[in-house]
């Protein structure tokens, strides 16, 4: 079986799925590169090189091997690439393809009243609702936004992204986070409104006058650095924070170790958010916006970690708290958050169930996992996601 896979450019979030599909198919599996890496991710520590990847190819530079490849492997992966027209002459010519998304409508489902938008969907997906394609769905609202422009019926797949999983010997991770008293918090990622890294300053200002023993690793950088940094000092909380800058992945993970808590804060503009996949990898016990497009296929609330309220800062501090004050708490939900990532949310099990399923897809068959990724992705109202989630029922 021959499997290639096509998207902008391969990251380190890509490539231990990417290893993982080489590692089983050799030189049956081929990742295809369609554009350099932007300058902002290669300063954030992104950068690969890819020439020690025997299974990359760069569309920009070898074309006519791409197009080849495309045309003639078994199954193509289509992620986000930028280039239609390379993803349209598969379909046209009726081959198995999968193709991985993110949120169609991701600041409301409202958009799709669009006719263009509407038009431009049904050429791109919905015409090929009884095609050989899929969709595997990168976050937990994809379905319900691809099942409005009626595509891809039941062929919506879960999936996700599936950065390096370190399993750790028994103990070793409860040796990491030391036991001082002080809950250790860590927050990653780029300091942008999206991802809302002020509600760490907001919490540490309530836990700081509750007389709580806390630090917060603030990991990344961005428009709103001298924002945040000035609020900290304005608040005298300066003992209480340190602010590590850009940092290579290899070295968050380093900081996602030591600390016993992790914040997602990013709201409904985050189409995954893979620093979730490394912090419960880490042990850390995670109180996330259930907003994000990972959270509810990762979270299962009160049992590996905590999600929140559509964004509410109020909801938010109640579940910090609660970890705060019950270090018993947070060792058993970072305990289950790591066991999850382990046992089926890792790039070896998802690389063994999609070239499985592939198997199956090549024959004409849909056969999905019972549960994980390439599972059937529910149909959910973003509005109803929340009660979901907290019930246990997605």
């Known amino acids: 079986m021959t499997v290639t896979f096509v998207s902008n450019y391969i990251n380190h979030h890509?490539?231990?799925?990417?290893?993982?599909?080489?590692?089983?198919?050799g030189e049956g599996y081929h990742f295809i590169q369609t554009e350099p890496m932007e300058t902002e991710r290669v300063a954030m520590g992104w950068s690969v090189d890819i020439d020690k990847l025997p299974y990359v190819r760069?569309?920009?530079?070898?074309?006519?091997?791409?197009?080849?490849?495309?045309?003639?492997?078994?199954?193509v992966i289509f992620g986000w690439t930028g280039r239609e027209d390379i993803i349209s002459e598969r379909l046209e010519a009726g081959k198995p393809t999968i193709r991985v998304s993110e949120r169609l409508y991701r600041e409301g489902q409202w958009k799709a009243i669009s006719p263009r938008g509407l038009l431009?969907?049904?050429?791109?997906?919905?015409?090929?609702?009884?095609?050989?394609?899929?969709?595997?769905?990168?976050?937990?609202?994809?379905?319900s936004d691809f099942h409005i422009i009626r595509a891809y019926p039941d062929k919506l797949l879960r999936f996700g992204y599936f950065p390096e999983t370190v399993i750790y010997t028994e103990g070793e991770l409860e040796k990491l986070k030391e036991d001082t008293g002080r809950a250790d918090i860590v927050w990653a990622g780029r300091f942008m409104p999206l991802k809302h890294p002020e509600y760490a300053v907001r919490i540490a200002e309530e836990l700081k006058n509750e007389n709580k023993s806390f630090h917060i690793h603030m990991v990344g950088s961005g428009e709103m650095d001298e924002e945040l940094k000035r609020r900290v000092t304005e608040n005298d909380l300066e003992e209480y924070f340190t602010f590590y800058g850009y940092t290579e992945p290899k070295n968050v993970r380093k900081i996602m170790?030591?600390?016993?808590?992790?914040?997602?804060?990013?709201?409904?503009?985050?189409?995954?958010?893979?620093?979730?996949?490394e912090a419960m990898n880490s042990?850390?016990?995670?109180?996330?916006?259930v907003e994000a497009g990972?959270?509810?296929?990762?979270i299962k609330h009160g049992e590996n970690g905590l999600v929140y309220r559509n964004g509410s800062y109020e909801d938010f501090s109640v579940q910090v708290k609660k970890l705060v004050e019950n270090p018993e708490l947070r060792k058993k939900l970072g305990k289950e958050a790591y066991n999850t990532i382990v046992g089926k949310w890792n790039a070896e099990y998802a690389a063994k169930e999609l070239l499985r399923f592939c198997?199956?897809?090549?024959?004409?068959?849909?056969?999905?996992?019972?549960?994980?990724p390439l599972s059937p992705a529910p149909v959910i109202a973003p509005g109803k996601m929340y009660e979901k989630v907290i019930r246990h029922k997605l």
């Open 14 to 25: 890509q490539i231990p799925f990417s290893d993982a599909c080489y590692e089983k198919l």
């Open 58 to 75: 760069c569309w920009y530079k070898q074309e006519k091997e791409c197009r080849e490849l495309i045309m003639e492997s078994d199954i």
């Open 120 to 143: 431009r969907k049904y050429k791109e997906h919905t015409k090929y609702r009884k095609a050989p394609v899929c969709l595997l769905c990168a976050g937990a609202y994809v379905a």
């Open 257 to 277: 170790e030591k600390c016993h808590i992790h914040l997602f804060t990013s709201n409904y503009l985050e189409g995954w958010g893979a620093v979730v996949n």
């Open 283 to 289: 042990g850390c016990a995670v109180v996330a916006n």
């Open 294 to 298: 990972a959270v509810p296929f990762l």
């Open 359 to 372: 198997g199956d897809f090549i024959d004409g068959k849909v056969i999905p996992a019972k549960e994980g």
